[in-house]
């Protein structure tokens, strides 16, 4: 299995952007990059994936690049975060880049019926895409959920180009027999609304109605946003075992910092991926009180965890 994810390699088989030379992509990229804020459409072998970039870059300093969660895009699940004033001093020093998987932006239109999703190693590759698009040499990747899956499987395939990781309820396993029927009874007796819910909270918090599960269950029921939402939930219970080890081949080569809330649906997994990293690139915050975003409900204790103990190679600001 690990020699065949390792042989993933991206294959540029039409351009970023059809009719554009590579010096008029040059210039379209660096125009972007020039701007404070920024949205564009980057097209890959696999479809569009949309870009938003905040921030001019700086010398040869990694991008922070953000991949959100099933049921959420970029702005959903880091706005907050990514607002808040203690994370704006670290920002200020970098370009962010906010990915959002294919048709999960804003005012996305639904897929046709026939469309077939990227898999979760397409939606990887499509990263790469993004960082020859913009020439950026490396990130620092901040993923919750799928989009820390994702970002965990590019370090693994492109460990060059990746300075560090902040990974939020990450489940690095292959779904297994027991999960899958699981997955299919729950399926059976609950709307797929509520299937994603769970999967974003805790169970206090959905039993609490708290005010964050209120808001993305109303964001859920526009129907168009779910259909969509629905193709990218399946890709990612079809993911693989990203075979993660301490030592050899599987290992996490840049330094890593893991979030959980307490109590959240995945703190299981998040402790499982804690105890296969190596304890000295690897750190570890449980959060109290957090539920399932901790990016969201505990955001003001996320930005200095960033600086001490050291998990990234933040420069100060």
Known sequence: MATE?????????????PGQDTAQQAAVAAAILLDRSQECDVETPYGFVHVTIHGTPRGNRPVI??????????????DSLFKFDDMLEITKNFVVCHLDAPGQQEGSAPFPTAYEYP???QLCEM???VLQYFNFRSIIGVGVGAGAYILAMF???????VEGLV????DPNAKGWMDWAASKITGLTSSLSDVILAHLFSQEELANSAGAVSTYRSFLTDGHFLSNAELFWNSYNSRRDLEIE???GGSLKCPVMLVVGDQAPHEDTVVECN??????????????????????????????SLHTPLPLPLPPP
């Open 5 to 17: 994810l390792q042989g993933i390699q991206v294959t540029e088989t039409k351009p970023l952007l």
């Open 65 to 78: 690049l953000t991949y959100h969660d099933v049921g959420m895009n970029h702005k959903s699940c880091f």
């Open 119 to 121: 898999s979760m190693e």
């Open 127 to 129: 990263v790469t895409c």
């Open 155 to 161: 370090a693994r395939f492109s460990p060059d180009l």
């Open 167 to 170: 990974l939020l309820n990450i």
């Open 246 to 248: 301490r030592d050899g």
């Open 275 to 304: 105890s296969k990293l190596d304890p000295t690139q690897t750190s570890f915050l449980k959060m109290a009180d957090a539920g399932g975003q901790p990016q969201i409900s505990q955001v003001g204790l996320l930005p200095p």
